[in-house]
């Protein structure tokens, strides 16, 4: 089945639905409205409650999806202890930036768009996810000395503003089970950092 071309019309009744026109769009063309309502008015809020605020705290990881002026998309992991996520209030989360590749590809899309889409899934325990969609800021790491304390790998600060926070189904989410690792925070040793693994500079050179 061929998907329909977007056009500048959507159904009157899901212009005050959360989402983008264009799955409003869609699931108009497919006939999904009624599931899709049902998701938004069931699961979708504008904060996190806390439920999802004491999930935000105790992940360790997080998915994070930017772009830039032009829509040119780039997604990347965070990671760090739990906690290393920190939920300010129900409408605000930070997370740290630690020492990287100096690309700065995230913060540089964040610097021209502030639309940032983060997703923290529990692979272990609970088999589910959570999104959280909104607007972010780039800020000194003097702005939250008091969660910084003595770590001095943070070198600045994402704050989100929550715009959309809802569930990941856990139906095709796998487990997995934690183990032990020795994690080199703010390495620039090219062997613990993966190398070449993927052989790109071996081929430039070769080339």
Same mark, same amino acid.
């Given at each position: 089945m061929s998907l329909p071309e977007l056009t500048e019309t959507t159904s009157p009744? /899901? *212009?005050?639905? #959360?989402g983008s026109r264009g799955e409003h769009f869609l699931q108009c063309a497919l006939e999904t409205q009624d599931r899709a309502t049902r998701f938004y008015s069931d699961q979708v809020l504008d904060h996190l409650? #806390?439920?999802m605020a004491e999930f935000v705290g105790r992940m360790e990881m997080a998915f994070i999806s930017t772009a830039d002026a032009d829509g040119e998309c780039d997604s990347t992991l965070r990671a760090g202890p739990a906690g290393f996520l920190r939920v300010v209030d129900s409408r605000t989360v930070v997370y740290p930036e630690y020492r990287g590749n100096g690309v %700065?590809?995230?913060l540089g899309n964040i610097m021209e768009n502030p639309h940032v889409g983060m997703l923290m899934v529990d692979f272990a325990d609970d088999l589910i996810g959570l999104?959280?969609?909104g607007r972010a800021r780039v800020v000194p790491r003097e702005e939250f000395a008091e969660f910084a304390g003595e770590d001095r790998r943070i070198e600045r600060w994402v704050v989100v503003e929550v715009q959309e926070a809802y569930i990941h189904c856990r139906k095709h989410i796998p /487990? %997995?089970? #934690? *183990?032990d690792r020795v994690r080199d925070?703010?390495?620039?040793d090219v062997k613990r950092k993966g190398g070449?693994?993927?052989g790109v500079k071996a081929d430039k050179t070769a080339n």
């Open positions: 009744d /899901r *212009v005050e639905l #959360p409650n #806390p439920a %700065m590809a995230s999104h959280v969609n /487990r %997995m089970i #934690p *183990v925070w703010g390495t620039d070449d693994f993927f």
